[in-house]
């Protein structure tokens, strides 16, 4: 096969599925300039648009091609950087259990926390046979979306059942983006990319540029993965939270659950997500070595979709593009005056600010997405860098108290019924109170009270999002629209410490048999990324399990 590159057509040449196709062919003759017989077939690697010039919005395709007389064609392009032979982005496993492994009375791998990585970890061992034993202190999803409807619709938490916590972790209740700018040499995100449609998930993640898949589709994915992995003789048990690891001669020996149960295990992979505050907690007092690490602090921010949509797509903008292109979304970046980053951190078109709380007492926001993206607002978190060098020196756990603070100030300011603090972007701006709504009416619930949000973080946080909001309106007209919301506080951005584990083994640097893996480990940010460490973590189990 040969990939090309920067093949670009004009979005008004796709209006079916025929017509792409009929247009890629057409192209990828005049690139190699070779007649149809010798096209065999084709399809679509990765498909992004260029929406620079917004009167002429364009598909940008890379292609897989294989055609007659291969080699001939390459050397005639050898100095073309846009055609080359395409890389084998099939996946091969590292090891695998034999026999008598499989049915071996020695200790099982065990996996902690049942988010993307997790579950990738427990689907690659399956697949490999070595029957995964996966712990998840919350519920199956369904029950957990009921849970989670609970807080959002009967000011009702449920601490072990939450946005956080159970069967898929944070990312069920989310946008589902699926992309990332992670290096991936080995193409293990396809990998992830394959196994989401195996279980369910629209075959155009595979290819477009920004791939989601929404909560809902979510939901059901994650139930068709489970599926596979216990088809595979892999175990998954819910309502078991892991209370304490067993540890000795720093070689990890097992787990005890809530429910006094020991489970041995001498291969422990802990993904537990960035909000398992008390597993962060049990680990610093077993010795595991931990550290801070930097993470983001904000708001979530909401416009009308309509105005984003304008905003991006221009002269082009119409009810065609917004059929072909779907909601807009954006990146923003601000290099504060005073020294703060700040940045838009995942950006949901269409969609709705949730409750993501998992302690009581406390308010936190995310956002989250369908698949549809048709919600009347688009939201995003607004958010300044911190690092614990500056903003939480000393203890390792220093950045988790301080989310807490912030959380539990947020929840003082809405009321303390979990209502979340909110304000007017115009007041914002000139630090007085909102009393009232705009032409914007918020999405977070169960509701939201509107205040002063100038003591909602610290000072240097307030004024560089206040200096920031006015320069992204230079960016996408009407930014910093008076009667924009902002809802607070956004703590959860990733997480606020790193289990440091060895390079090449995986394993924690002074706990042998411990295994940090995504995003609460300090080592993803986002559903794919999380997915990619899950694979990389259970390779490295496998090949100590062989070993």
């Not at 996946?91 to 259990?97: G, I």
């Not at 032409?439 to 000072?459: F, K, Q, R």
């Not at 009667?483 to 990733?494: H, K």
Request: hydrophobic residues 40%; charged residues 20%.
């Amino acid at each position: 096969m040969l990939r090309m590159t920067e093949i670009k057509l004009p979005i008004e040449q796709a209006d079916t599925l025929k017509h792409q196709d009929d247009q890629i062919r057409a192209a990828i003759l005049k690139r190699l300039e070779i007649p149809a017989s010798d096209l065999i077939r084709f399809e679509i690697f990765k498909r992004g648009v260029d929406a620079r010039k917004s009167h002429a919005i364009l598909y940008v395709y890379n292609i897989d091609a294989e055609v007659k007389n291969e080699a001939r064609i390459l050397a005639r392009f050898k100095k073309d950087p846009h055609i080359k032979p395409a890389p084998d982005t099939g996946y091969t496993f590292v090891a695998t259990a034999n026999t008598s492994q499989a049915t071996s009375s020695q200790p099982r791998p065990v996996v902690v926390g049942f988010g993307p990585a997790g579950i990738f970890a427990a689907l690659i061992l399956a697949q490999a046979g070595f029957r995964p034993i996966v712990l998840e202190r919350g519920k199956e999803v369904r029950k957990r979306t009921q849970d989670t409807w609970g807080l959002w619709r009967k000011r009702r938490l449920n601490p072990e059942s939450n946005v956080q916590f159970g069967e898929g972790g944070a990312g069920t209740f989310s946008d589902g983006k699926l992309y990332s700018q992670i290096k991936d040499p080995k193409h293990l995100g396809r990998k992830v990319l394959q196994e989401f449609v195996k279980a369910g998930a629209p075959e155009e993640i595979l290819y477009v540029s920004h791939p989601h898949i929404g909560t809902f589709k979510l939901v059901s994915m994650v139930e068709e993965m489970r599926n596979t992995i216990i088809s595979l003789g892999g175990e998954i048990r819910f309502d078991s939270r892991v209370t304490e690891i067993d540890i000795q001669d720093q070689q990890v020996q097992g787990v005890t659950l809530q429910s006094g149960e020991y489970l041995a295990t001498n291969h422990l992979v802990l993904a537990v997500g960035h909000s398992a505050r008390d597993t962060f907690e049990m680990a610093y007092n077993k010795g595991i070595y931990i550290e801070a690490k930097p993470f983001s602090i904000g708001f979530r921010i909401e416009h009308p979709q309509s105005l984003i949509d304008r905003a991006r797509y221009g002269r082009s903008y119409s009810d065609d593009i917004l059929k072909k292109l779907g909601a807009a979304d954006y990146r923003l970046v601000h290099h504060a005056q005073n020294g703060r980053s700040v940045y838009s951190f995942c950006m949901c078109p269409g969609g709705t600010v949730v409750a993501a709380t998992s302690e009581p007492n406390r308010v936190v926001t995310n956002g989250m997405s369908q698949y549809s993206r048709n919600e009347r607002n688009a939201n995003a978190g607004i958010v300044v860098g911190i690092t614990p060098e500056v903003d939480y020196p000393g203890h390792p756990l220093a950045g988790v108290e301080l989310q807490r603070q912030l959380e539990s100030h947020a929840f003082v300011l809405g009321g303390s019924n979990y209502s979340a603090p909110g304000q007017l972007i115009g007041d914002f701006l000139a630090n007085k109170p909102s009393t009232e709504f705009g032409e914007v009416t918020p999405s977070y619930t169960p509701g939201v009270h509107l205040t002063n949000l100038d003591s909602a973080l610290p000072a240097f946080a307030i004024a560089a999002i206040r200096e920031a909001i006015p320069a992204f309106a230079k960016q996408i007209a009407n930014f910093d629209l008076a009667d924009g919301i902002l809802t607070g506080v956004e703590t959860r951005t990733s997480s606020p410490i790193r289990i440091k584990r060895d390079d090449d083994t995986l394993q924690s640097i002074n706990t042998k048999g411990l295994f940090p893996c995504g995003e609460g480990a300090g080592y993803a940010g986002g559903i794919l990324s999380a997915a990619v460490d899950g694979i990389r973590v259970a390779e490295a189990v496998s090949l100590a399990l062989v070993s």
